[in-house]
């Protein structure tokens, strides 16, 4: 079975990446890729008492959200949404788990609300004030392929306008020494039914067990290597060259996401 759905709008932060715009001639092979730290802000939509709240992972994934809503020209309150991360809130986890195994095992309330694996989605929620149906994933290394699986068969089955938001963040040490992440990185595609004048491409995807595309750049492609969530730069660079292509993403072994581009303008 094939899903074909448009994408209408893209948001992207990463190392060297700060934004979609930034990044296309980057990925287009226009302009030399030079990684840089990452530097996300609070979302200013958020009231002040959950913008306290907010760590990395959640800055990073409304950041991306919001870029992919506004590029799209969308309402945040139309579309469904799917969230998908390998670690979400690592720095959380560690704090929790240093906690757990001190004498004093009290566990903050703030760290408590924000370990849940759908938190990014809660404030997502207040943020944009969407109530529409939230998705939250979670396929360790398949992360971005699992998502995009389920938002393109959202918008195929329901008929309804999904963004996908795919983040990871570093885990401090000693989880890092186990589970090396390098970076935050984050992609949001705002995937729709019909095309529009804001249409980017059309994607067609199916599932085969071709290789994985990989990049030619070593540094883009040491980040798609290593951070689950830029398992999707293969798709957005063909995007970014306007190309019409095939593109096979990672997905659970032995199976592949094979996606048909074809760009719309």
Not at 104 to 125: E, K, L, M, Q
Not at 149 to 169: C, H, P, R
Not at 185 to 214: C, H, K, N, W, Y
């Amino acid at each position: 079975m094939r899903l074909t759905v448009y994408l209408d709008g893209i948001g992207l932060i990463g190392p060297g990446l700060d934004s979609w715009p930034a990044a296309q001639p980057i990925l287009a092979g226009h302009a030399a890729y030079e990684s840089r730290p990452l530097v996300v802000a609070a979302p200013q939509s958020l009231p002040p008492a959950e913008r306290r709240r907010t760590g990395l992972a959640i800055k990073v994934a409304l950041a991306v959200a919001f870029d992919a809503i506004a590029a799209g020209q969308l309402d945040a309150r139309q579309l469904a949404t799917v969230f998908t991360s390998s670690g979400a809130d690592n720095d959380n986890c560690d704090a929790i788990c240093r906690t757990l195994a001190s004498d004093d095992r009290s566990i903050s309330p703030t760290r408590f609300h924000n370990s849940v694996h759908n938190a990014p989605a809660g404030y997502w929620g207040i943020a944009s004030g969407a109530m529409t149906p939230a998705t939250v994933l979670c396929a360790h290394d398949a992360s971005f392929g699992a998502g995009l699986l389920e938002a393109l068969t959202q918008v195929a089955v329901e008929g309804l306008g999904t963004l996908l938001i795919a983040y990871d963040m570093p885990y401090p040490e000693p989880l890092h020494a186990k589970r090396p992440l390098p970076a935050a990185f984050g992609i949001a595609l705002a995937l729709m039914p019909v095309r529009s004048a804001q249409s980017l491409a059309q994607i067609e995807l199916e599932l085969g067990d071709a290789a994985p595309d990989t990049l030619a750049d070593p540094a883009l492609e040491a980040l798609r290597r290593a951070i689950p969530a830029a398992r999707g730069l293969p798709l957005l660079q063909a995007v970014a060259r306007r190309e019409t292509c095939r593109v096979v993403l990672d997905y659970l072994a032995p199976l592949r996401l094979l996606i048909q581009v074809e760009p719309c303008r």
